[in-house]
């Protein structure tokens, strides 16, 4: 049996509860570093970006993708199998509390080179974390999932900081 099907619905619902608060602070973080970029510099075709697939539904459990559907309001794009169901062209993607680990983590390559841009260790750093959060899995880690938000969530933060305050106070 796997990490997740075995435990109990009231454990469930609270790592959920958790992974949710956890995933807003990061997808804003995400959201404020990244999002001027994709929208201005990204050169996939269709201004759809990366979401290029149902990445949704990846490595997250039935109660999450119960979640994804009430959080965007029963959004679909109807656009076919290579623009994700949740990914609108005019404001991308639908989720933010409940987006799998492997999209709010995925930095292209171009990206990460912006990233660095504003500071190389912090970037990298952030980069790294961001990574193991993308490899986080509910069956296979069930609620160590939650662990792997923090180092993304602190590194994040400090990033923000360098980029966003005001140098010469
Ligand atoms: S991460 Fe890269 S490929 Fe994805 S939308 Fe941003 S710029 Fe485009
Ligand atoms: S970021 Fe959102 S719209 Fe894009 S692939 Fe992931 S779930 Fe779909």
């Known amino acids: 049996m796997d990490k997740w099907t075995g435990l109990e619905q009231t454990v469930k619902d609270e790592i959920i509860l958790i992974y949710s608060q956890k995933m807003k602070v990061l997808d804003g973080i995400l959201s404020n570093l990244t999002k001027d970029y994709c929208k201005h510099s990204c050169t996939q075709v269709d201004n759809i970006g990366c979401c290029n697939y149902n990445h949704y539904k990846i490595g997250v459990s039935d109660e999450i993708l119960e979640k994804q559907v009430i959080e965007s309001n029963m959004f679909t794009s109807g656009k076919g199998d290579y623009q994700c169901k949740y990914h609108s062209t005019s404001s991308g993607c639908q989720l933010t509390e409940y987006k799998p680990p492997i999209c709010v983590s995925f930095l292209c390559g171009s990206l990460q080179k912006h990233i660095r841009k504003f500071d190389d260790t912090l970037g990298i750093q952030f980069i790294d ?41």
Not at 138 to 150: K, R, S, V, W, Y
């Open 129 to 169: 974390a961001l990574k193991d959060v993308g490899k986080a899995n509910f069956f296979i880690h069930g609620e160590n999932i939650l662990a792997t938000f923090d180092f993304a969530i602190e590194y994040g933060l400090r990033l923000e900081d360098k980029i966003f305050s005001p140098k010469d106070l």
